[in-house]
């Protein structure tokens, strides 16, 4: 059946309309804008760099929103809507939002768990890396350490009211609260505080302390434990610590959630270390740390 001209100029134009109504609704969706947040530390900004950079890989238009400050701070962010998206870590992020939380474990019933209950109102989190284990290490010297055959934070428990620790913080690195600075069952007789690791490392060395407490993993201050032992922590006497993304319910769709699902599977402690490394020591950018990041594991 042939149609009449008119007909046949109405079928084009209806075409026409619709191809051009699903292309907008397309560029629409594409066009959304994800911003990712990062704090004040070189950790913050080289994960902000990633997961921008993953997300743009299959297609979304993200850009980094850097220097926010403190943890209050990028929350109030998220929750404004100022940014879309920011790397955490999960026991600093637990902590923070619930002092009473008592999970340490990173089991799916442990903190997993209980970070999500404790999420405000429209805040999600996706995979956690499990590669990346970032809690403060508990040292000794390795003389020490020998004589009195301590290998584990369990070993030290039960003589921690005869000591005292020195505590470093490991600079560079996403904030921790000052509870993580507890070792759980382990109240040292004292603490005293030390600018940096080197300064830690030599006070455990000269014997002005018995144990010590780095708020991260030595591979950021690379000779940090020279002559120490790390104690093990197989039971999470230190509250687990992974890298994770914090967004807004509704801004990722499921693709987006699983291309970082893909970075979480990969990132690892020593890879985050070196990035963080080459930002503050070799003034190299986040953004090309990331970007040489992602190609090598074909992301």
Sequence with gaps: MVLPASLRMLARVLVVATATLAVACGNSDQGARITVGAADSVESRVLAEIYAGALARIGARTSVEPHLGGRADYLAALDAGRIDLIGEHNGALLAFLDATATDRAPDIDKVPTALSKSLPEGLVVSDAADGTDLRPRVVLSTAAATHDNVRTIGDLTPRCGTLTVGVAAVPDLIALPPAVEQ???????????????????????????QAGLLTGPPAVVPGSTDGLTILSDDSYAMRTENVLPLFRKGVLDERQIKKLNYVAGELTTDDLAAMIRSARDDHAQPAELARKWLDDHSL
């Excluded at 007789?189 to 006070?203: G, M």
């Design 183 to 209: 070792v759980a069952e382990c109240h040292f007789a004292a603490t005293v505080p030390f600018p940096d690791a080197a300064a830690l490392r030599k006070a455990l060395l000269d014997g002005q302390v």
